[in-house]
């Protein structure tokens, strides 16, 4: 059987993590660590497992890593004392805010509250509408610029090619949507309420799956020859780690696929790591 190339996210994330650290190690000769502080709210199994691979990275490449646990019943007052307080130390370059966040906490209002300029994660307001009118100087959200460094990476030409998104979120679908059209993809935005998501994924030259759903994108739903690439974080039925595609079936048919764990996912740690450095290099020249 065919079988499509992988593209190695784990691989050209620790690339990326030596690129880092050259940077950050010049710097550092003009004085400045960057530093990252991480808010963890709660105890969330899988935010506990992915602080623990952000706080790893952070040290591989050289950036100063905090990490402040607040507990499950933190008031949302607490919270954002806590950004303004974040705001306020010039040794913290980032800030990221681990979500999901408990009932009581409204996100909306905590992601509001950073600081643009140390908004890492690049979900403030500010950042977002930059990102959709083209303005400079804007923070990518981590997991589409990661998925933007893989295609081109592997050499993959965007411009001219239909490139179809599935799902429409804030962290992903939506800026992966954006940052595609920018590459001068044509983009077709799918999600929950699209009829015949099938027909819309067979026409796609680059397919972005990015809902959370384990089995979504089967052989059936791609092009051969397709280029795809899975956001997706589920456990399968045997409790193994899986995105949205079918992977084994799909790799038969695409030219080029992500694996879950090792594509999406190391990457999305490495542009956090690459928005904290330019972070840092921005306070430098302030
Ligand atoms: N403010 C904020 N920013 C985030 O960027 C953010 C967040 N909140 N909340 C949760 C999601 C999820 N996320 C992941 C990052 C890396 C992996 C990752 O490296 N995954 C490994 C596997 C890790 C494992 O073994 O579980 C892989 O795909 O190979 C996964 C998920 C960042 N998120």
Do not use: W
Not at 19 to 34: D, F, M, Q, Y
Not at 106 to 127: L, T
Not at 232 to 259: C, Q, W
């Amino acid at each position: 059987m065919a079988q499509g190339k992988l593209i190695d996210g784990k691989q050209i994330a620790a690339e990326l993590r030596q690129e880092l650290k050259s940077e950050v190690a010049t710097i550092a000769i003009r004085g400045v660590t960057p530093g990252l502080t991480v808010v963890l709210v709660g105890n969330n199994m899988a935010s506990e497992t992915y602080v623990r691979g952000k706080i790893r990275a952070c040290e591989e490449v050289g950036i100063r890593s905090d990490l402040i646990r607040l507990p499950e019943e933190t008031e949302e007052d607490t919270l954002l004392a806590e950004i303004d307080r974040l705001n306020q130390d010039e040794t913290v370059h980032g800030i990221l805010v681990q979500l999901p966040l408990p009932r009581q906490i409204s996100e909306e209002k905590v992601i509001a509250r950073i600081r643009p300029k140390k908004d890492v994660d690049g979900f403030h307001p500010i950042n977002m509408g930059k990102l959709a009118t083209g303005l400079k100087g804007a923070f990518l959200p981590c997991t589409p610029h990661g998925i933007l460094q893989m295609l081109k990476r592997s050499h993959i030409e965007i411009a001219g090619k239909h490139a179809v998104v599935v799902g429409r979120s804030n962290i992903v679908g939506k800026p992966v949507s954006l940052l595609l059209q920018k590459e001068n993809a044509t983009v077709t935005m799918c999600h929950s309420r699209t009829k015949d998501l099938a027909y819309f994924t067979r026409q796609a030259d680059i397919l972005v799956a990015a809902v959370g759903k384990y089995g979504l994108i089967t052989r059936d739903h791609v092009r051969p020859g397709a280029v795809v690439i899975d956001v997706g974080m589920n456990r399968s039925p045997e409790g193994k780690l899986a995105g949205d595609v079918m992977f084994e079936e799909v790799r038969e048919v695409a030219s080029h696929i992500t694996p879950v764990p090792g594509g999406v996912g190391p990457m999305t740690i490495a542009m956090l790591l690459y928005n904290t450095v330019e972070a840092a290099k921005a306070a430098l020249d302030s």
